[in-house]
Structures are given as structure tokens and as C-alpha cells.
């Protein structure tokens, strides 16, 4: 069973860069049977997928955030981390870590997920 | 982006009784190559993360009770509780994975 931890700051001032790492145990971050993916939420958006890393390198990011996303990959601490760039009060939110099935080019649905952690943005 | 609208946004249930929840979807999220909704229902409490409970539409996670049940094709989907119990207090959303950007419904909560 694959748990997922988040780790990083909880506060970042605005205009900054929102740096999470998400913890994997249980499994291989190379494994080519599961994708890793950022999801937040925050009381005025709801549940938004940030973006979505399978093996390493191919990496789907939501449009909305595609030019602030960065998502990559440490196989030696089998870690999967987030950047989000130059971050304003909307970007306050619980951000989560989370897994699923890679089947024959299919992303399937949102299996386990991390506990979250909140990352308020203020000066 | 695939749009989807859940209904209603709230629902207040009496212990034993029946709950649904609609799911609507801006445009088919139906595969036909291989007749696949490529739909999920997720159950999230209070300080929790949400907890995948359907996948394919219709398809119960492992573990999950058979009270709980889905529905649905296309573009209409239903995520139905047979018999409420008290652990089942909670806000239900419904999440697309046939395109990216994946999107999530805005979320049902259900009381007794």
C-alpha cells in the first residue's frame, strides 16, 4: 500500500515560490505503474489538479497554472516535488500529494492521497 | 475543460433512509473504444483527505460498503447511499479523468 507524506513551509510571502515535497513509502517513484500528482484545495475553488508527473519526465500541469508549475522527481529519496512561482493570497489552500494507476496510456482515478498540508501566502 | 455540476449542494438524509447524488458532466465522459466512464466518487470528512470510493462509474473500491453504489453514462451520473448511517457524514465529490485538466465536481455535503 503506497503512503504519501507532504512536507514544506507553511507560509509564503506573496509573489514568492510555494516549494512541497511529497514522501513516498511503499513503493518505487519509478515505477512505471503508478503517476504522482498535485491536487489543492481551498474554500473558494474547491478540489483543482495542479499537475500530474508519470516515470520521470512526462508531466501534464493544469492551464490555469501551466507558466507558475513545476513538478519533478527525486528517485534517490523517492521524493516528488512542487514549485508554484510567484504565489498571491489566491494560492492559500491545502495542497495534496497524490497516486494512481498508469494502465496501457490511462490515468486512472485519484487512489491514495497524502494528509495535506496548508500553505497560507501573507507577508 | 470538462465542466462538473453536482446536485444538489447540500442534502440533509434521516438514518436508514436513501441518498443520491447527481453528477453532470459538460460533455461525455463515455469511451467508446472501450465503454469506459471514466468517472470517480470520493467521500472526504473533516481534516481528512478525500477517499476514493467508485471508479469507472460503477465500480466500488475495494473495502468500500455496498451501501454505496454508482450510476450513470455519458454525461449523468448518480452516487447512491441505500441506507445512511452516521459515518457516512461527509462532503461527496465527483472527479472526470478522461481529460486533462482532471476536474472535480464542487461537492455535495450530506447530513443526518
Known amino acids: 500500500q503506497l503512503q504519501l507524506r507532504e512536507s514544506g513551509p507553511g507560509l509564503v510571502k506573496p509573489s514568492e515560490t510555494l516549494s512541497l515535497t511529497c514522501t513516498v513509502s511503499?513503493?518505487?517513484?519509478?515505477?512505471?505503474?503508478?503517476?504522482w500528482a498535485w491536487i489543492r484545495q481551498s474554500p473558494g475553488k474547491g478540489l483543482e489538479w495542479i499537475g500530474t508527473?508519470?516515470?520521470?519526465?512526462?508531466?501534464y500541469y493544469n492551464p490555469s497554472l501551466n507558466s507558475r508549475v513545476t513538478m519533478s522527481v527525486d528517485t534517490s529519496k523517492n521524493q516528488v516535488s512542487l514549485k508554484l512561482g510567484s504565489v498571491t493570497a489566491t494560492d492559500t489552500a491545502v495542497y495534496f500529494c497524490?497516486?494512481?494507476?498508469?494502465?496501457?496510456?490511462?490515468?486512472?482515478?485519484?487512489?491514495?492521497w497524502g494528509q495535506g498540508i496548508l500553505v497560507t501566502v501573507s507577508s | 475543460d470538462i465542466v462538473l455540476t453536482q446536485s444538489p449542494d447540500s442534502l440533509a438524509v434521516s438514518l436508514g433512509a436513501r441518498a443520491t447524488i447527481n453528477c453532470k458532466s459538460s460533455?461525455?465522459?463515455?469511451?467508446?473504444?472501450?465503454?469506459?466512464?471514466?468517472l470517480a466518487w470520493y467521500q472526504q470528512k473533516p481534516g481528512q483527505p478525500p477517499k476514493v470510493l467508485i471508479y469507472?462509474?460503477?465500480t466500488r473500491e475495494s473495502g468500500v460498503p455496498d451501501r454505496f453504489s454508482g450510476g450513470g453514462s455519458g454525461r449523468d451520473f448518480t452516487l447512491t447511499i441505500s441506507s445512511l448511517q452516521a459515518e457516512d457524514v461527509a462532503v461527496y465529490y465527483c472527479?472526470?479523468?478522461?481529460?486533462?485538466?482532471?476536474?472535480f465536481g464542487q461537492g455535495t455535503k450530506v447530513e443526518i
Open positions: 497524490a497516486t494512481g494507476t498508469h494502465d496501457n496510456g490511462d490515468y486512472l482515478h485519484f487512489a491514495s
Open positions: 511503499g513503493g518505487s517513484i519509478s515505477s512505471t505503474d503508478h503517476y
Open positions: 508527473m508519470y516515470y520521470i519526465g512526462v508531466t
Open positions: 460533455q461525455t465522459i463515455l469511451y467508446s473504444t472501450n465503454n469506459k466512464n471514466y
Open positions: 469507472w462509474a460503477s
Open positions: 472527479q472526470q479523468y478522461y481529460h486533462t485538466p482532471w476536474t
